[in-house]
Every structure is written in structure tokens, then in C-alpha cells.
């Protein structure tokens, strides 16, 4: 019995050293993760717990107001209903999340990717699920806020443009920050849903325009419904900019396109200023301050003219007989020729295997300098062209700012395309064919400009050769009306060319616009005295028995573009006007027009009856 008793106390001993093997060690997991939860994800529970108590509601900051040179409001802000959701208190009531989605129009899949879309969300930070609701929709959800855990309204400001398309892409437009953007700017005022400037003005001054946003502290039940404030930190309004632009001035300039699609650029040729920047067709930014819908944005990306592309600093064109202007002070500086140099224009001009034609059929006779900038004969500038060389007047296109971005402030400028010997090597491998300079001597072939970069070459005949930086913004003002900072005019180069070649051509661009023939007087005013140029630029090649009178029975997309650059007063230049109309025929009937119109209107002039044109004959004024 004895030894019995002595055997199990035996194995009960064995037993309990198992036993508290087995508690240390469960005691020792507990202990390492108590650690771990405490010490390793201490802070991430302990803010998910704070979360489920408290909870930060965002208070956008206003953002600065844009307005024209005067002080007229283009650009300013409004209350906006919007929803958001908060997943974590929504997950648990999929009832709730059908109601919202019958209310708001959305489907259970989209409101699903944009919760998905917010990869670097924060735990129980609100998602938008829908911006500018209108009255119905929010006294129906705030009606059934109580039974709809996780939903959110709130006042929000939002973009608004007092009139709507004009001057869009000088504005630009603001919409949602993604995350890309979040990444390259590294700014922790940014979250996934807040407002960013995408385009224009908007984009360039975004830290100008932007304010600093507050926030409430609340306390929320365990449904997420909001049950006290704790404390807050008030929102500060973004700077206001006062653009170069003038509001008459710039509707006076779109209304004068009408149906037309084109640019037109205006600026004071001595301080930089940008008067009016037109680009059509134009786009309503309202669009994408409200989130852009998918079908909208699909419209703007498949219109055959390019709404949302900026043609005044993106669009490139073939400059058409506004370039005979660089290839005449080409002529005169190398000394190819003089003001006093005759040619003679028969309408065709043979070179090669190949007859280069005049637009005036029959030709313009005889002539010199002046009257074949005035008239615009193409004969007249084949033989320059042919004389000067492709690389001087490459230089003298160079000379004159084209080939180069101007340094506007505003994104995507476009350089162009002047092309040389050592260019065409370099881009083909081939070399240059005489034959060429003929087309390029009149603006043609490889040749592509810029309206703005047309404007800055007028502008500098206008000056003496003097490049001022296109400006757009002329100072930044706080909401208490204190100035932090102002653009003044700056000149960033000078032409080097000579005030002789320049008095010339300046004289030519007068006649152009006021003497018998010339090729611009649909821009003439008896008030002031005008001085341009018009141009004309193939879209594709005419054939050899084309007639002027052909070009309206063309189909729209083959028709030529028509140009006009224009400064006034002749005497002491106020305005330069660059203005292109695709596919408008012939600069001065299509385009210089539109240029008498903005000049009357910057003068203040009253409006004179508009310049008759005559059906297609021998005599009529084309290019």
C-alpha cells in the first residue's frame, strides 16, 4: 500500500512540473503580447480607440478670389452640399448604405471604388461620395440622418466662376488632388479630397490661392453620430490675384469669334501685360470644381477642336504671311536687299519643276519693299527668300523670339518650330533643298508658331526690338486688401536688330492696314491709326487649278488658317493683337475683323461698321 501511495505521489510530481511548464509559457505569450499590443502597436490602437470617441471634422479654408485689373470678380466661392460616409460605421449596416445610394443616384459599385480608390485613407476619415447636392437630397438624408449611421453632410465652399467660360484657360480650374499629386508635393495641408489647381492660373499660384484649413474636434457615439464639440481651429482664407486681363475687354474679344474656333492674344507690347487671352472652344471649369463626370470629360477629350487646349500658348501653326515680316528684315539687315530693291510678281514663279504661285492670281506687277509687305506678295518674298538663305532668316526668326518659349507664367507652353540646315540634318539626316526656303520664306513648310510668340514679334516692331516677359497676374492681395506681392513689367531681351530695318518695316505694317490694297484693312479705324499684318496658312497643299473663291466650298478641316497681328496707336503703341481663326480663309477677312473689335474696344471707340467684302475677283484682297 505503502509503496502504492509512494508511486502516484511520483506521478502527480511528474504532472504538475508539466503543468507549470504549460502555465509559464501561456503566461509568458500573454506577457509578449500585451507587450506588443502596448508597447509596438500602442499608438496605432490608441488613436483607432481615440477615432471611435473622437473624431476630427474638417473645415475648408476659403480659396483666394481672382479678379481682372479693375477688381471684377471672375473667380470666387460658394456653399456647397456634400456628402461623405465613414466605411468603419457603415460596414455594419449594409441597409443604410442602399438607402444612401437610392438617394444620391449612385450605384453600391461606385460608391465602392471610391472607397477602394483611397488607398492611403487614415482610419475613420470621411470619404466624398458627392459634391453640390441639391435641396431635395439634403432635406431627405438629414431627415433620415438618424437611421443612416456613417453619413455625413457638410458645407463646404466650392469653386465658382461669375461668368462662366470666359477667360477659361487663362483661369484654368481646380479639381481633387490624386495621388500622384500628393507625392510630388509632399504637403501635409493635402488629403486625399481636397482641392487642387489643375490648369492655368490656378495651378501656377496654387500656394497663393489656397488657404489654411481648420478643423473641429467632436465627440461621436458608437454609431458615429455626433454627440458634443470639443474644441476647433478656424480656417484661414487663401490671397486674392488681380490678373492683367480686362473683363470688357476680354468678353468683347470672345463675342467676336462667334461660332469660329481659333486664339486670340492681346498685351501692352510695353509692359508685358496680358490684356486678353482667348481660346476657342472653351470649357466651363465649374465642370471640374464640382468632380467632372465621366461622359463630360469623355465630350471634352473627343472634340475635334480641343477644348481644353490653351491655342493662344499650346496651338502651332504655320504663321502663313505674318512671317514676311522676319523674312524682310532678314532681307535688309544682310543686305540681300534695300527698301529700294523691285521685283517683279507675274502670279506664278517658276523654280525646279515646280510653279510657286502668288494668292493674287495674276500677279502684282512690278514693285518694291513697302508695297510688297503691304500688298503681301508671295513672288516678292520667294526672291528674297531665295537670296537671304534658310539660316539667316532662321536667325532673324530667332532674333525675333520664334523658336523659343516667351516665359509666360502658365503651364505647357509650346516652342515651335524654326527650322535650319543643321535642324533638318538633325532631324531627318537629309539635307536642305533650295526649293524649301521658297515656302519657308512666306511662313510655310516645317515653320510652326505660337499666336503668343506672333505677338511677341509684332510687339517687338512695335518697341524698337524690346522683349518684355508676358505677364498675367499683376499683384497678390490678402483678404484684408494688403499687397505681398506685385509683377512689375521686365524686359528679357532686346533684338538685335537695327532701328533703320525696324522704322522700315513698321512703315510697311501702316500701309498694310491704311493704303489702297493693303491686305489688312478690314482692321482700319479713323480714329486710331492701326499698323498689321495678315496672314494666311495652308492646312494642306491647294492643286494647281485652285481659284480664291474655292475656299469656301471646302470642307472645314482643309481650309486655310487666318492670321492678323496688329499694334496701335502707330505712334506710340498701347496694344498688340495676335489673332488666328482655324480654319478661317483669309487673314483680313476672317481675322483682322476680330482685331478691329478688341482695338475699338480698348480705346473706347465707337464701334464702326464692318468693312464690305467683295465676291472672289482678280482685285480682291485675301491673305
Same mark, same amino acid.
Given at each position: 500500500m505503502m509503496e502504492l501511495n509512494t508511486q502516484r505521489m511520483e506521478d502527480f510530481k511528474e504532472r504538475y512540473r508539466y503543468l507549470k511548464l504549460f502555465a509559464g509559457a501561456a503566461f509568458l505569450l500573454l506577457f509578449v503580447y500585451l507587450w506588443y499590443l502596448q508597447v509596438i502597436r500602442?499608438?496605432?490602437?490608441?488613436?483607432?480607440?481615440?477615432?471611435?470617441?473622437?473624431?476630427?471634422?474638417?473645415?475648408?479654408?476659403?480659396?483666394?478670389?481672382?479678379?481682372?485689373?479693375?477688381?471684377?470678380?471672375? +473667380?470666387?466661392?460658394?456653399?456647397?452640399?456634400?456628402?461623405?460616409? $465613414?466605411?468603419?460605421?457603415?460596414?455594419?449596416?449594409?441597409?443604410?448604405?442602399?438607402?444612401?445610394?437610392?438617394?444620391?443616384?449612385?450605384?453600391q459599385e461606385e460608391i465602392g471604388e471610391?472607397?477602394?480608390?483611397?488607398?492611403?485613407?487614415?482610419?475613420?476619415?470621411?470619404?466624398?461620395?458627392?459634391?453640390?447636392?441639391?435641396?431635395?437630397?439634403?432635406?431627405?438624408?438629414? %431627415?433620415?440622418?438618424?437611421?443612416?449611421?456613417?453619413?455625413?453632410?457638410?458645407?463646404?465652399?466650392?469653386?465658382?466662376?461669375?461668368?462662366? %467660360?470666359?477667360? %477659361?484657360h487663362l483661369i484654368g480650374y481646380i479639381g481633387e488632388v490624386d495621388e500622384n499629386e500628393l507625392k510630388q508635393t509632399k504637403d501635409r495641408a493635402y488629403r486625399m479630397g481636397s482641392m487642387i489647381g489643375k490648369y492655368g492660373v490656378e495651378y501656377e499660384w496654387e500656394t497663393q490661392l489656397r488657404g489654411v484649413d481648420g478643423g473641429r474636434q467632436i465627440e461621436v457615439d458608437a454609431l458615429g453620430r455626433e454627440i458634443k464639440p470639443l474644441r476647433s481651429v478656424d480656417s484661414f482664407p487663401g490671397n486674392n490675384l488681380f490678373l492683367t486681363i480686362d473683363f470688357n475687354l476680354q468678353k468683347v474679344a470672345e463675342e467676336a469669334y462667334q461660332d469660329k474656333n481659333g486664339a486670340l492674344v492681346a498685351m501692352d507690347p510695353k509692359t508685358g501685360g496680358i490684356l486678353a487671352m482667348v481660346s476657342k472652344p472653351s470649357f466651363d471649369p465649374s465642370m471640374f470644381a464640382r468632380n467632372i463626370t465621366a461622359e463630360e470629360w469623355r465630350a471634352l477629350l473627343e472634340h475635334p477642336f480641343h477644348p481644353l487646349q490653351n491655342k493662344g500658348i499650346q496651338g502651332q501653326y504655320p504663321p502663313g504671311s505674318v512671317f514676311k515680316i522676319v523674312t524682310a528684315i532678314a532681307g535688309l539687315e544682310t543686305e540681300a536687299i534695300t527698301p529700294q530693291?523691285?521685283?517683279?510678281?507675274?502670279?506664278?514663279?517658276?523654280?525646279?519643276?515646280?510653279?510657286?504661285?502668288?494668292?493674287?492670281?495674276k500677279g502684282h506687277g512690278t514693285l518694291?519693299?513697302?508695297?510688297?509687305?503691304?500688298?503681301?506678295?508671295?513672288?516678292?518674298?520667294?526672291?528674297?527668300?531665295?537670296? $537671304?538663305?534658310?539660316?539667316?532668316?532662321?536667325?532673324?526668326?530667332?532674333?525675333?523670339?520664334?523658336?523659343?518659349?516667351?516665359?509666360?507664367?502658365?503651364?505647357?507652353?509650346?516652342?515651335?518650330?524654326?527650322?535650319?540646315?543643321?535642324?533638318?540634318?538633325?532631324?531627318?539626316?537629309?539635307?536642305?533643298?533650295?526649293?524649301?526656303?521658297?515656302?519657308? +520664306?512666306?511662313?510655310?513648310?516645317?515653320?510652326?508658331?505660337?499666336?503668343l510668340q506672333l505677338l511677341m514679334l509684332i510687339s517687338a516692331v512695335a518697341n524698337g526690338g524690346r522683349f518684355y516677359l508676358p505677364r498675367v497676374v499683376e499683384r497678390v492681395e490678402d483678404i484684408y486688401g494688403k499687397k505681398l506681392k506685385e509683377y512689375p513689367s521686365e524686359e528679357i531681351g532686346r533684338a538685335d536688330i537695327s532701328g533703320k530695318t525696324l522704322r522700315i518695316i513698321q512703315e510697311a505694317l501702316l500701309g498694310a492696314v491704311n493704303e489702297q490694297g493693303g491686305t489688312g484693312g478690314g482692321s482700319a479705324l479713323k480714329q486710331v491709326k492701326v499698323a498689321g499684318k495678315t496672314g494666311t496658312a495652308q492646312v494642306v497643299r491647294m492643286a494647281a487649278d485652285f481659284k480664291k473663291g474655292d475656299m469656301n466650298r471646302m470642307?472645314?478641316?482643309?481650309?486655310?488658317?487666318?492670321?492678323?497681328?496688329?499694334?496701335?496707336?502707330?505712334?506710340?503703341?498701347?496694344? +498688340?493683337?495676335?489673332?488666328?481663326?482655324?480654319?478661317?480663309?483669309?487673314?483680313?477677312?476672317?481675322?483682322?475683323?476680330?482685331?478691329?473689335?478688341?482695338?475699338?474696344?480698348?480705346?473706347?471707340?465707337?464701334?464702326?461698321p464692318p468693312v464690305k467684302v467683295e465676291e472672289a475677283s482678280e482685285d480682291s484682297v485675301y491673305d
Open positions: 500602442g499608438s496605432d490602437l490608441r488613436q483607432l480607440s481615440e477615432n471611435n470617441r473622437i473624431r476630427i471634422r474638417e473645415m475648408v479654408a476659403d480659396r483666394g478670389m481672382l479678379m481682372d485689373r479693375k477688381g471684377r470678380i471672375l +473667380a470666387h466661392n460658394r456653399p456647397s452640399f456634400e456628402v461623405f460616409i $465613414v466605411p468603419e460605421d457603415i460596414r455594419s449596416n449594409p441597409e443604410a448604405l442602399e438607402k444612401i445610394s437610392k438617394i444620391l443616384n449612385l450605384s471610391k472607397v477602394k480608390g483611397l488607398k492611403r485613407r487614415p482610419a475613420f476619415r470621411p470619404i466624398k461620395l458627392k459634391s453640390d447636392i441639391d435641396w431635395d437630397k439634403l432635406v431627405i438624408l438629414e %431627415s433620415n440622418r438618424i437611421h443612416l449611421p456613417g453619413l455625413l453632410v457638410d458645407v463646404r465652399p466650392t469653386r465658382a466662376y461669375h461668368y462662366g %467660360s470666359l477667360a %477659361s530693291t523691285q521685283m517683279t510678281c507675274t502670279g506664278v514663279f517658276p523654280y525646279g519643276n515646280r510653279n510657286f504661285r502668288c494668292w493674287k492670281e518694291s519693299l513697302h508695297r510688297a509687305i503691304v500688298e503681301s506678295c508671295d513672288i516678292f518674298f520667294y526672291q528674297v527668300g531665295l537670296k $537671304v538663305g534658310v539660316d539667316a532668316i532662321a536667325h532673324y526668326a530667332g532674333e525675333l523670339g520664334l523658336g523659343r518659349k516667351t516665359g509666360i507664367p502658365l503651364p505647357h507652353e509650346k516652342a515651335g518650330i524654326v527650322p535650319s540646315t543643321p535642324w533638318k540634318k538633325k532631324r531627318f539626316g537629309v539635307s536642305w533643298y533650295s526649293g524649301e526656303t521658297l515656302s519657308f +520664306a512666306v511662313g510655310q513648310g516645317y515653320l510652326n508658331t505660337t499666336p470642307p472645314l478641316k482643309f481650309r486655310d488658317h487666318a492670321w492678323f497681328t496688329a499694334y496701335a496707336p502707330f505712334e506710340d503703341p498701347q496694344i +498688340a493683337v495676335a489673332v488666328l481663326v482655324e480654319h478661317g480663309g483669309y487673314g483680313g477677312v476672317a481675322a483682322a475683323p476680330i482685331a478691329k473689335k478688341v482695338i475699338e474696344k480698348y480705346f473706347d471707340l465707337e464701334a464702326s
